[in-house]
């Protein structure tokens, strides 16, 4: 068992052992639940023969059962209203499966879940007619069910004073991975010990070779930071969610305490997560900070007021100021000034054949493995929006086909009529009558389009958690209780966990 698994045992035991209320125990354990998921995605639990039970997964499963708990032997406060909205997101996949293996069967081919996109490359696997398998569809559905489950507790139970005390918290885990990341920059890069941090993933966070089978890999002068799963691509998108945490905090401490909101950014770990980003060496790490700083300058719009002028010129402000940092990172973290216009035009030459004749994709020529990545992840997401656009409304279904994209994944398993009612859901405000920020999920939508894990958008914690504290910054999203008292947060003086 890894030393992050005694970690979280101990954690878990203190949790349900101290005298705290159903709700401070149900909030803090979302916390630690979502933060294991942003930045433990591939680690295992314990070693059971040739099982690896993940992290992510004991813990997903553990919130899950008190999520039932609190439902049906303590009972929550639940509103009917918000109930029958998600019984309709509960039918809408089942009745989804029905028809599209057994009413109105869908003939196309497609590529099971339970195969990769690169053995489809490598000729390894070929593709199949849908057929529903019930071991495929409880790996997206249940979670569903247990994403469900805490939407309705957090809208109905959760008071914007836990809120803030929960992003403040998370925010504060976070710094432990940030530390991780430029310890590890430092002993590959400065000490030459790039094996070092390597071995210890496997000791402390349990991320073995049955994980993932990269290693310490160079690009340029320098070693890449490869983060808690020793994956690069999977700790940049880890580090692009904590930033979207740190903007959030920034902005409700600027909100609550009148301070500016650049001010705030500036003192938060933001740059560092950045500075990671780019450490990563990918050009997932140049989309990121766009969408970061599109967010940082939509919140500093909706606080400052610009005029029509300012806004023109701001915006070429920042879009000159990213490309800048953007080339000046990349060029440091592979010592080639051309690296970026490189990739760039790999990925546009590869959609013009896409585009223009998908059936010889596959026969480019590939040069390097960043070229081979390139053209799985857009092939896997042109092939699964095609079989998407034939069955909009629904999708195909839970766990029947996966994209390397969150966006396509979501629209594959839940349709564009599923994915409308889940964003009805989550911006619901039934009890506390908050106010949300819809530009948060526009960005998580929008930076999961052409990068993003393959997993649906609608079974993850860390968007609850993100778009609910939303509220906290919001010009109405200060209420508390049935009588929709104004809270006035102090920052200094929080309810703690």
Not at 97 to 118: H, R
Not at 317 to 344: G, H, P
Not at 470 to 495: F, P, V, W
């Amino acid at each position: 068992m890894p030393i992050f698994s005694f970690i979280t045992v101990l954690y878990l035991v203190y949790l349900f052992t101290k005298n705290k209320s159903i709700e401070q125990k149900f909030i803090e354990l979302l916390v630690f639940t979502t933060f294991v998921q942003v930045m433990h995605p591939q680690g295992y639990f314990i070693k059971l023969g040739s099982l690896e039970p993940q992290h992510f997964t004991v813990c997903q499963i553990i919130l899950l059962l008190y999520t039932i708990y609190c439902f049906f032997i303590k009972k929550l406060y639940i509103t009917k209203s918000i109930v029958y909205i998600c019984l309709i997101l509960l039918f809408l996949p089942l009745f989804t499966i029905i028809i599209n293996n057994y009413i109105y069967p869908y003939e196309n081919l497609i590529l099971s879940v339970n195969d990769s996109w690169d053995m489809y490359y490598m000729g390894e696997t070929a593709k199949q007619k849908i057929s529903f398998n019930f071991s495929d569809f409880r790996r997206v559905f249940f979670p569903f069910v247990g994403c469900l489950m805490v939407i309705i507790i957090v809208k109905n139970n959760i008071t914007e004073s836990q809120l803030y005390a929960s992003l403040e918290k998370i925010c504060n885990m976070f710094k432990y991975v940030l530390t991780f990341g430029i310890l590890e920059f430092l002993l590959k890069n400065v000490f030459n010990l790039p094996d070092l941090t390597y071995g210890f993933t496997e000791l402390f966070f349990g991320v073995s070779e049955l994980s993932t089978v990269t290693e310490p890999t160079m690009r340029g002068n320098l070693y890449l930071v490869q983060g808690p799963t020793k994956e690069a691509s999977h700790f940049v998108i880890s580090l692009f969610t904590m930033s979207l945490f740190y903007i959030s905090l920034c902005a409700v401490k600027a909100r609550s305490s009148h301070k500016s909101f650049i001010t705030s950014l500036c003192k938060s770990p933001l740059l560092l997560c950045v500075f990671l980003m780019f450490g990563t060496s990918g050009m997932s790490a140049f989309w990121y900070t766009t969408m970061i700083v599109a967010f940082i300058f939509v919140l500093w719009y909706k606080f400052t007021k610009l005029n029509k002028d300012d806004v023109f010129k701001s915006i070429i402000f920042i879009t000159i100021l990213t490309v800048s940092i953007s080339i000046f990172a990349i060029n440091i973290f592979n010592d080639d000034l051309f690296y970026l216009f490189e990739r760039f035009d790999r990925i546009t030459s590869s959609l013009e054949i896409l585009t223009q004749n998908p059936a010889i994709f596959f026969t480019l020529t590939i040069d390097t493995d960043t070229d081979i990545s390139t053209v799985i992840r857009l092939f896997s997401i042109y092939e699964v929006g095609s079989n998407v656009f034939d069955r909009p409304f629904g999708g195909l279904g839970p766990g029947v086909q996966y994209a390397h994209d969150t966006f396509v994944t979501t629209l594959c398993d839940f349709g564009v009529m599923g994915l409308m009612i889940w964003i009805k859901l989550i911006r619901a405000n039934i009890v506390f009558q908050r106010k949300y920020d819809f530009s948060m999920l526009v960005i998580i939508l929008v930076a999961g389009v052409p990068l993003g894990v393959p997993h649906s958008i609608m079974i993850q914690f860390y968007p609850i958690l993100l778009l609910e504290c939303t509220a906290l910054y919001c010009d109405e999203g200060l209420k508390e209780d049935n009588n929709a008292k104004k809270l006035s947060i102090d920052i200094n003086n929080y309810s703690s966990l």
